[in-house]
Nanobody, 116 residues
């Protein structure tokens, strides 16, 4: 079992930045994909960005060039640096760990609100 704990959400003005963190409760000694999804009111949950254990990253078109996903293996933590934030980025952001053919884990979610 793996617990994912997110932090870093909050209220920011348009054009501002936030960094989200997702810490896994233990080392992941296997191939995995870890990433961020978001869900705005009335919308389905959508992929934001992922990073493979091999280092490959993937981004939704709506965030390319503005968001960067990275990881710190020593801390079992994945980060999402969000720059040039827009009101349409407002959502609950969820951390996800997919053990590829095994279990999938979700964090509890962190609210990001972009508003003036």
């Amino acid at each position: 079992q793996v617990q994912l704990v997110e932090s870093g959400g909050g209220l920011v003005q348009p054009g501002g930045s936030l960094r989200l963190s997702c810490a896994a409760s233990r080392n992941i000694f296997r191939i995995y994909v870890m990433g961020w999804y978001r869900q705005a009111p009335g919308n389905e949950r959508e992929l934001v960005a992922t990073i493979h254990s091999g280092g490959t990253t993937n981004y939704a078109d709506s965030v390319k060039g503005r968001f960067t996903i990275s990881r710190d293996n020593a801390k079992n933590t994945v980060y999402l640096q969000m720059n040039s934030l827009k009101p349409e980025d407002t959502a609950i952001y969820y951390c996800n760990l997919d053990l590829l053919g095994s279990n999938v884990y979700w964090g509890q979610g962190t609210q990001v609100t972009v508003s003036s």
